[in-house]
């Protein structure tokens, strides 16, 4: 068996967790992982340190990402970064023609997500994401669910938990995802309408507590709670059926049907769920299945929706005593979109991708791409990479906020949200 190339990009800790999980599939013979790249040199030293990697030896680590991508002997990359570094990485890698296995989210951005998935289909190259759907007792709950145990599907809850650094994570991204997936595969359809409350209580920007609510087709609703402060890891849903209840503890891989008075453990094998991605990945690129997976976008979509939501559907429950003082980084973030709106409104109507001259087209595009979301401005000619805009009521209210805030010198609550709604924030 001809062993695949591996190159992994982060070691923090997941990524070690991941060098670990090559290592081993290493000594099956299935692969031989070459390189781990991160640009912390005391994150790579800690895969010396560690024994389940300090096998690996200093000629493996590099602090150099082209020493992944440039590598001919890499035809498989593993992304472990923070969210807004995936998009990047998972287009270079693809254009170097490397299968790829990232974290999700794969972009921040469904649009460049879809790119991303279109490209490897072009290229005939694998991406996959990080997906619980690969442990043990969420494949045993969803064979529960389809033989309607059950009953009529009424409500899901969820509880998705886990202390993050919202320093430079906002939680809807960081932890929302991986739910998201999951109760497509359970339910089998995605959400027809969702909206959410996020408040940020330690953090100054960003989210580190959100409550979506979403509606699923037949009437099923589901309420997700993601929390990066909660101080206890849980990853756990429960499904509430005419007929019974189905609690699964992703964590701890555990299924209990409740239907009282009658309790019942559902048998489920655990599996490593790092093995079984990796063997779920390396496996693919073996048989060369190139099937798009639709969903990786889809995701990506919901998560866009909550966050557009979080301005327009209900108000934000953080705590202020007033308007703040904006940041640096958010003046910035704001007088780009400003920007933007200004251009709309002053009659130019072409998206102005090949006029911003510093502002990077890409860039340009996600800021379109969020501000009609969130209906601050109307787009058309979706298939023309011109694409016009209009600027709607609520666009022009925002100017008004905006110029608002600029003569005080404050930000207000309003405008805040905005920016957070955009993802920016």
């Known amino acids: 068996m001809n062993q695949i190339g591996v190159g992994i990009i982060g070691s923090g800790k997941w990524g070690r967790k991941l060098a670990a999980g090559y290592l081993d599939a290493e000594r099956k013979g299935r692969v031989r992982l070459i390189k781990v790249c991160d640009n912390s040199v005391a994150a790579l030293g800690t895969l010396l340190l560690d024994h389940e990697t300090a096998c690996m030896g200093e000629d493996r680590l590099s602090a150099e990402v082209r020493d992944i991508m440039e590598n001919a002997d890499i035809s498989a990359v593993h992304v472990a970064t923070p969210s807004q570094t995936h998009s990047e990485l998972v287009r270079m890698a693809l254009q170097a023609g490397k299968n790829v296995f990232v974290e999700k989210p794969v972009s921040l951005n469904s649009l460049e997500c879809q790119e991303l998935v279109d490209l490897a289909a072009e290229k005939g190259l694998v991406i996959e994401d990080g997906n619980y759907g690969?442990?043990?007792?969420?494949?045993?709950?969803?064979?529960?669910?389809?033989?309607?145990?059950?009953?009529?599907?009424?409500?899901?809850?969820?509880?998705?938990?886990?202390?993050?650094?919202?320093?430079?994570?906002?939680?809807?991204?960081?932890?929302?995802?991986?739910?998201?997936?999951?109760?497509?595969?359970?339910?089998?359809?995605?959400?027809q309408e969702v909206s959410g409350v996020a408040g940020a209580y330690r953090a100054s920007t960003g989210s580190e507590v959100v409550?979506?609510?979403?509606?699923?087709?037949?009437?099923?609703?589901?309420?997700?709670?993601?929390?990066?402060?909660?101080?206890?890891?849980?990853?756990?849903?429960?499904?509430?059926?005419?007929?019974?209840?189905?609690?699964?503890?992703?964590?701890?891989?555990?299924?209990?049907?409740?239907?009282?008075?009658?309790?019942?453990?559902?048998?489920?094998?655990?599996?490593?769920?790092?093995?079984?991605?990796?063997?779920?990945?390396?496996?693919?690129?073996?048989?060369?299945?190139?099937?798009?997976?639709?969903?990786?976008?889809?995701?990506?979509?919901?998560?866009?929706?909550?966050?557009?939501?979080?301005?327009?559907?209900?108000?934000?429950?953080?705590?202020?005593?007033?308007?703040?003082?904006?940041?640096?980084?958010?003046?910035?973030?704001?007088?780009?979109?400003?920007?933007?709106?200004?251009?709309?409104?002053?009659?130019?109507?072409?998206?102005?991708?090949?006029?911003?001259?510093?502002?990077?087209?890409?860039?340009?595009?996600?800021?379109?791409?969020?501000l009609e979301k969130i209906g601050l401005v109307d787009g058309w000619d979706r298939s023309n990479q011109e694409k016009t805009y209009s600027l709607t009521t609520k666009g022009l209210q925002f100017l008004v906020?905006?110029?608002?805030?600029?003569?005080?010198?404050?930000?207000?609550d309003n405008t805040r949200r905005v920016l957070q709604a955009v993802g920016l924030g």
């Open 134 to 191: 690969f442990d043990s007792c969420v494949q045993a709950a969803i064979e529960v669910v389809r033989r309607g145990d059950l009953g009529r599907i009424l409500y899901v809850g969820v509880q998705w938990t886990g202390m993050i650094d919202a320093t430079d994570k906002d939680v809807l991204f960081e932890l929302g995802p991986a739910p998201i997936a999951i109760l497509n595969s359970l339910l089998g359809t995605w959400p």
């Open 401 to 412: 906020d905006y110029y608002e805030s600029q003569r005080l010198g404050e930000i207000t």
């Open 211 to 370: 409550q979506i609510f979403a509606q699923y087709p037949d009437d099923i609703f589901a309420q997700i709670e993601l929390n990066g402060i909660h101080p206890r890891e849980m990853k756990e849903i429960f499904i509430v059926g005419s007929s019974a209840t189905l609690d699964i503890d992703c964590l701890n891989q555990r299924v209990v049907e409740y239907s009282p008075p009658k309790i019942t453990e559902i048998p489920v094998s655990p599996n490593q769920t790092i093995t079984h991605e990796i063997d779920h990945f390396i496996d693919r690129i073996t048989h060369g299945d190139c099937t798009v997976d639709q969903a990786m976008a889809r995701t990506v979509e919901s998560i866009e929706a909550v966050q557009s939501s979080l301005l327009t559907k209900v108000p934000s429950i953080k705590r202020s005593e007033g308007p703040q003082k904006a940041t640096q980084s958010e003046m910035a973030s704001l007088e780009t979109a400003v920007g933007l709106l200004e251009i709309v409104h002053k009659g130019v109507n072409k998206t102005p991708i090949k006029n911003e001259g510093e502002v990077n087209p890409d860039l340009v595009r996600r800021y379109f791409v969020m």
